[in-house]
Each structure stands twice: as C-alpha cells, then as structure tokens.
C-alpha cells in the first residue's frame, strides 16, 4: 500500500492536519511547513542551499489552496503568493510534529 492522504483539515488557525490511509494522523504547523518547502525558489537546485530564509515568511501565512499532484504530492498556494512547490507524501510524512514524530 502506498502512503496517501486521506483527509486534509485545518486544525485551529497555524495548524494543518492530514489522515493518512495507514491510520496516521499527521499534525503540521503551517508556517513551518512553508519553510520547508523544497522548490527551485526556495532551495538552490545545485548546490541545495536553503534560498528561503525564515524571516522572509510572514508569521501569519496560510494555505489558500491544497490541491494533488498525481498520487505523489500536494501543492500549496500559499499566503505569501508562493505556489511553485509541492510537497511528496513521503516529504509530508517526515515533516509530521504530532507527539507520536517529535519523540522520534
């Protein structure tokens, strides 16, 4: 079974949730998750440097819009105008901070 998700909410105002078809409930602060973000933009494509710098990303960004790539990934309009990335479930997965992923 590949990993999917089954169910995306928004959990109070910076969190966002996902239920996975394995039954994991992944938690996610939204602007962590911007940060994150491994698009061309945000990360040199050669040297992999980290181009998004944490005080380039307003302490009150959203998602606007979440919709899939293939059966592989979401893509997030965000806030800040930033829609040129996207997220693999798998990405996804290993960014989870539920309680259960941070004491890994």
């Not at 996902?18 to 061309?40: E, P, Y």
């Not at 945000?42 to 990303?57: A, G, H, Q, S, Y």
């Not at 819009?65 to 996804?92: C, M, N, P, Q």
């Amino acid at each position: 079974m590949s990993l999917a998700p089954l169910e995306l909410k928004q959990v109070g105002p910076k969190h966002l949730g996902i239920v996975w078809n394995d039954g994991h409930q992944s938690l996610f602060n939204v602007r962590n998750l911007r940060l994150k973000c491994r698009c061309a933009v945000c990360v040199d494509e050669w040297t992999r440097e980290e181009l998004l710098k944490d005080e380039m990303v307003p302490s009150d960004i959203q998602p606007k819009r979440i919709e899939s790539v293939g059966r592989y990934a979401l893509k997030v309009e965000w806030s800040d105008g930033h829609d040129s990335g996207f997220y693999t479930f798998e990405h996804l997965r290993a960014l989870c901070e539920c309680p259960l992923c941070k004491t890994r």
